[in-house]
């Protein structure tokens, strides 16, 4: 199931700007639609609606939040594998693996371009030994 739009929508266009994959149409001043083909459920059209329109896929009205309190990942190398998952399943390529951790040859992941991420945190679900976890942190 994907994010709805509902009949108090205001067509303000946050949420067809910030959406990943271009699931949200609608013109000015008039009620968007999700495309639930389309959508990849990351969460971001609801943290950006300023009347409380988008509705996730349990049925809740999702509550606009600031951007500054969005989760970010933070990467923890003593367990990370250097898989590159995270990197592949980030929506709006956020991440890039650079970093390195003292006394190894492997690249590890970081949050290079943080004003992008989302913080949908599909890279923290798809990273399969738990190396990311999503918290609040201030943009840099």
Known sequence: MA???????????ACRSICPCD??????KHRHTIDGAICIECGACGKVCPSGAIENPF???????PKKEWDKPVFDPDICMSCGMCLDTCP?????AGRYKVGSRHL???????????GCGFCAQDC???????VVRKSA
């Not at 709006?92 to 890039?96: E, K």
């Not at 590890?108 to 989302?118: G, H, K, V, Y």
Request: proline share 4%; net charge neutral.
């Open 108 to 118: 590890f992941p970081w949050l290079s371009r943080e004003t992008l991420c989302m």
């Open 59 to 65: 049925g809740l009205i999702t509550q606009r939040l």
């Open 92 to 96: 709006v390529n956020a991440l890039d």
């Open 128 to 134: 399969p030994v738990g190396a990311i976890t999503m």
């Open 23 to 28: 699931a949200v149409s609608g013109e000015k």
């Open 3 to 13: 994010y709805s739009i509902m009949d108090r929508c205001i067509g303000c266009g």
